[in-house]
Nanobody
Framework: QVQLVESGGGLVQIGGSVRLSCLAS??????????MSWVRQAPGKGLEWIAS????????KYIRFVEGRFTISRDNAKNTLYLQMNNLEADDTATYFC???WGKGGTRGPGTRVTVSE
């Protein structure tokens, strides 16, 4: 079973940047063989898929309103997934989770909160 732990969240100003990390571990879980995703949940809203990345990092897909601002990447040697978020907007305020697999249905970590303010 995979364990995922996100980090890197905090308070950031509108237009600012932040990089989130997600460390994966777990007996029998081969990070380098699994697609991974980022999802988020804004206050009072449901879970929203943000981006996914193939196991080898060669192909990624984003929800439309983060394209050009967010970049998903991974370091398979470090069992770590990243989300670089630039030009942040107030609507990006949410708890961000990494998730096993492609999409929002896989095992998630406890999340890291990002608050975007003026």
């Amino acid at each position: 079973q995979v364990q995922l732990v996100e980090s890197g969240g905090g308070l950031v100003q509108i237009g600012g940047s932040v990089r989130l990390s997600c460390l994966a571990s777990g007996f029998g879980f081969e990070f380098s063989q699994n697609a991974m995703s980022w999802v988020r949940q804004a206050p009072g809203k449901g879970l929203e898929w943000i981006a996914s990345l193939t196991a080898d990092g060669s192909y990624s897909k984003y929800i439309r309103f983060v394209e050009g601002r967010f970049t998903i990447s991974r370091d398979n040697a470090k069992n770590t997934l990243y989300l670089q978020m630039n030009n942040l907007e107030a609507d990006d305020t949410a708890t961000y989770f990494c998730a096993e697999g492609w999409g929002k249905g896989g095992t998630r970590g406890p999340g890291t909160r990002v608050t975007v303010s003026e």
